[in-house]
């Protein structure tokens, strides 16, 4: 099990969300943890947060850090506060309506993720 303090669960048999992963881990220079739920068992998404199922995970990322857990677009927007050089970005995904657009957009992403 992993042991880091930031942990990215995405869906690893999406080739869209493995290149994303492996994009954000060179970018953060390994500050999170990032796993596939298909590679946990349904006791170790309970240990990393007691609300990860199966089927939470296949909807979209989650991103676990200090016992909070921040699904999909609020998921992107923690996780750009890791990241050196689009940390500055992340303080625009908090203005006004952009939390809508955002969520939007990741839905249109995970519908559509297949065919990127």
Same mark, same amino acid.
């Given at each position: ?8 669960? #995405? ?15 060179? !970018?953060?220079?390994? !500050?999170? &943890? ?8 349904? &006791? ?6 007691? %609300? ?5 995970? &296949? ?10 857990? #921040? ?6 927007? %923690?996780?750009?506060?890791? $990241?050196?050089?689009?940390? #500055?970005?992340?303080?625009?995904? #908090? ?7 955002? $969520? ?13």
């Amino acid at each position: 099990m992993q042991t880091k303090k930031s942990i990215l669960v #995405y869906d690893g048999n999406c080739s869209f969300c493995t290149r994303l992963a492996k994009s954000i881990r060179e !970018k953060t220079n390994d !500050k999170i &943890a990032i796993v596939s739920y298909h590679q946990l068992s349904k &006791a170790e998404l309970e240990f990393l947060h007691k %609300q990860l199922t199966n089927e939470l995970c &296949a909807g979209e990322v989650q991103f676990i850090e200090e016992g909070n857990r #921040y699904p999909g677009f609020f998921a992107v927007r %923690q996780i750009l506060w890791k $990241m050196d050089k689009y940390k #500055y970005l992340a303080i625009l995904l #908090y203005l006004p309506l952009i939390p809508f657009l955002g $969520m939007a957009t990741m839905f249109l992403l995970k519908r559509f993720r297949s065919k990127l």
